[in-house]
Structure formats: C-alpha cells, structure tokens
C-alpha cells in the first residue's frame, strides 16, 4: 500500500503540475477508491501533499526564471479569499463529521458533488470557445470568487485546482499556462491556512507517519517532474491534458458513489 500510495501522490502531483489542478482532486477520489482510509484521514493527507505540490512547483517556476508569472495585484485578492473559505469549508467538514455516525455518508456527498463539479467544467472547457470571458478589476469580487473557491474546495478535500481554472479562465480571461500556475498560487495560499486551521483546532484525523512522508515524497517528484514537462506544452496541449483528466475522474468518481451507497 505504501508503493501505492508513493504512485497516486506522484502521478497525481505531476498532473497537477502541468494543469494547475492541484492534484487533490485526484487523490481524493483515488484513494477513496482504494478504500484504506477514513475519509477525513485522506482529506487531511490530500492537503497536505497538495500543499508541497504547489511550493515545490512555484519555487521551480521561480527559479527556472519562466515567462508566465503569478498576477500577484490578481491572484493574491482571490488567494485571500480562498484562505477564508477554506477555513469555513474545513470547519463546516469538521461539524459534519462529527454530526454522522457513518463517515460513508459524508464520502458519497462528496462524490457526488466532485462528479457534478466535474461535469459542469468538461461542458465549459469544451464551449469556451463560444463563452465571452471577463476581465474583472475589483477586487472585492476576486475576494468573494475566492472564498466560494476556498469553501468548496475545503469541504471537498480537494485543494481547488479545476474551479481555479475555470474562474481564472472565464473571469480574468487567463491563458491555460498562465491559468496553471496562477491556480497553484492560490492553492498554496489556501492550503496553508486550511492547515493551520485544522491544526490550531486539533482537529487532526489519525494517520500514518510513513505514509504522510511518502505522500510528500510523490508530491515533490511529481511537482518537479510536471513543471518539466509543462514548458515542453504549448497552451492547447496543456488544456487537451486537463479535458483527458476531467474524464478519467468523472470516471472515477462515478465508481465511488457505488461504492459509498453499497458499503
């Protein structure tokens, strides 16, 4: 299981480093699948294996000197925004918790709607050609977009990453690299504090140490391996990739929902 565990965070880091997702969406509902953990336990590790992810990815952006940079007078306004949803979202995930008996309940809502959120992103990714974008200023309403981003992607355990793309896409008419690493940043920002959050309220799931180090492990060799690969991507193969990832958890998800109402 630990060889697994090494492959889903890598993998799933490595896809995050090219798209912008993050990662989290993908091994949330992988090793939900798998079925070893609790799912606040995977939720928990899914964050933080994000969080090295995306400072590993922008630590390398950084450096390597590229030419698409984080809109920080932008992205830092939605980032802010991100932190105080995603601690509303972690602390409404923690009341429900503790509220059901069967955290199965809690997994097939989730599920349910990753696959939605899924769903609603594949249609638009596939029509935005036809989809007038935005360029909005205010940056009150980056503030609000990112706390709907936060909240959402808290409670989900997902880190954010395809509803990043789509606001950053549809509101501030953003290219799909520079939407990528621009999504990475306000993961990063709103990992932290959905970290720290759940931390300062010890609400920390039980978990294995060896398996959160090896998450990391998969983490840094994905970001790392993924920031390669994503200056090798033009714009249209970098949205190409994320529409084949959107299949495979729609997918994926689809089977845990099954799985979540047979248990």
């Known amino acids: 299981m630990i060889l697994i565990y090494l492959l889903v965070s890598c993998i799933s880091s490595f896809v995050g480093g090219i798209s912008g997702i993050g990662g989290g969406v993908i091994i949330k509902p992988l090793i939900d699948s798998i079925g070893t953990m ?30 698409i940079k984080v809109e920080i007078n932008i992205t ?5 925004g991100s932190a105080i949803g995603g601690v509303l979202g972690n602390n ?6 503790s509220k059901v ?53 808290a409670f989900l355990g997902i880190g954010g990453g395809p509803l990043n793309i789509v606001v950053l896409y549809y509101f501030l008419s953003m290219s ?10 306000i993961i990063l920002f709103s990992q932290v504090f959905s970290l720290a959050n759940t931390i300062i309220n010890n609400k920390m799931p039980s978990f294995n140490i060896l398996v959160l180090i090896v998450m990391c ?12 690969q994503s200056k090798k991507m033009n714009d249209e193969n970098v949205e190409k990739f ?8 729609i997918v994926i998800n689809i089977f845990n929902i099954i799985k979540f109402i047979l248990i």
């Open 217 to 228: 492990l998969g983490g840094v060799l994905g970001a790392l391996e993924g920031n390669q």
């Open 38 to 67: 609790e799912v606040s336990t995977v939720s928990f590790l899914s964050v933080i294996t994000v969080l090295t992810m995306a400072s590993v990815s922008l630590l390398k952006n950084v450096m390597g000197k590229s030419n």
């Open 242 to 249: 994320f529409l084949i990832i959107l299949w495979i958890l």
């Open 76 to 80: 830092l306004y939605l980032a802010l």
């Open 176 to 185: 799909p690299k520079k939407a990528a690493i621009n999504s990475l940043f």
């Open 92 to 97: 409404i995930f923690n009341i429900l918790k």
């Open 101 to 153: 008996e069967n955290e199965n309940s809690i997994g097939v809502t989730q599920s349910i709607m990753l696959l939605l959120i899924n769903i609603i992103i594949m249609i638009y990714i596939r029509n935005k050609s036809n989809i007038k974008t935005l360029n909005i200023k205010n940056k009150f309403i980056f503030v609000l977009l990112g706390v709907g981003l936060g909240l959402i992607s």
